[in-house]
């Protein structure tokens, strides 16, 4: 029901296998929020209304604000019509085979060559592409990446991740709010002071720990998802698994600076930024590999060949 509700106004094909990942992991990872901010409750009582008053602000804040937040963070910069004639044009053309509001456009200027979306719904949507994809991806891959980062606008999951990436932060954040508040106000005399120095700290860094986990799950799928939705939707499969080829192997030539200032954020990319190939984030990563990603898409070719 939720999933035909979410695509009613546009053409992109819905996932429901989608959309019970994201309920599934938005409901584990809350029940996790509710536990640790139970636990602080139960061992800095004499402090609980700053505890639930930070839990909360926190939690509202992220929500409201965290799509910007990861926004700027990626070097976002909102162009017009005339500074970006040809990005516009193709956005404009994904927007009406999708049958889709059109989001807000961006440019971020980084070599890097990639693209991500953001928002809490198509209303508030932005979409992003580096100079550096601009520069490399003809006209065809470049609707084909706007395409695949538009399904994840449609299909709401970039507010979930968004909201899930920041609710294992604000796990840690609270962890160092209820150590401050309980212990600033039991001092050492307080038997129950030295147990909280133990276990808090421990159930903060389990809270994050599992909630990683979660959303990296959802994201892999999440990455096939948008690139069946994206092929199906524009008809060319062929010109995303150009783009996805292009785009990953340019990465090799990225100064390694500029690699780690991206890394954090790899679950927004279109695909992942890694300073070294022995990187862990290959181990937890937030994409699937390329060799899955074009192994769906020659699939999906050969269906529409036929």
């Known amino acids: ?20 990942r994201m309920v599934t992991t938005m409901f584990l990872i809350g029940l996790l929020y509710v536990v640790l901010v139970g636990v602080l409750l139960a061992f800095v009582r004499g402090a609980w209304p700053l505890v639930l008053m930070i839990a909360g602000g926190l939690f509202v804040a ?14 976002a910069r909102e162009v017009t019509r005339e500074q970006a004639p040809e990005l516009h044009g193709a956005v404009d053309r994904v927007c009406a085979l999708a049958d889709m509001p059109k989001p807000r456009v961006a440019v971020s200027d980084m070599d890097l060559p990639n693209a991500f979306a953001t928002g809490r719904s198509k209303d508030t949507a932005l979409v992003c592409v580096t100079t550096g994809l601009l520069r490399r991806l003809e ?61 808090i700290p421990l159930i903060s860094a389990a809270v994050y720990a599992v909630s990683f986990l979660l959303t990296r799950l959802l994201s892999r ?43 954090p954020y790899n679950a927004f990319w279109f695909a992942p930024a890694f300073s070294s190939k022995d990187s862990l984030g290959r181990l937890l990563s937030s994409h699937p590999t390329l060799e899955q990603r074009l192994e769906q898409l020659a699939r999906i070719s050969a269906r529409l060949g036929r």
């Open 62 to 75: 992220q929500f409201w604000f965290s799509d910007r937040i990861a926004a700027h963070s990626m070097g």
């Open 139 to 199: 006209p065809e891959e470049l609707e084909g990446v706007l395409a695949h980062e538009l399904s994840h606008v449609a299909h709401r999951d970039v507010m979930v991740m968004t909201v899930a990436a920041f609710l294992g932060v604000l796990a840690g954040i609270m962890a160092r709010v209820g150590l401050w508040g309980g212990l600033g106000r039991s001092g050492s005399r307080d038997s129950g002071a030295a147990i909280a120095v133990l276990l």
């Open 1 to 20: 029901m939720s999933a035909s509700r979410s695509h009613s106004h546009s053409r992109y094909v819905a996932d429901r296998g989608l959309t019970t």
């Open 221 to 263: 799928y999440r990455e096939l998802s948008a690139d069946r939705a994206a092929a199906l939707l524009t008809g060319r499969p062929s010109a995303l698994a150009s783009a996805l080829t292009k785009v990953t192997g340019q990465m090799g030539a990225i100064p390694t600076r500029d690699l780690r200032k991206a890394e």
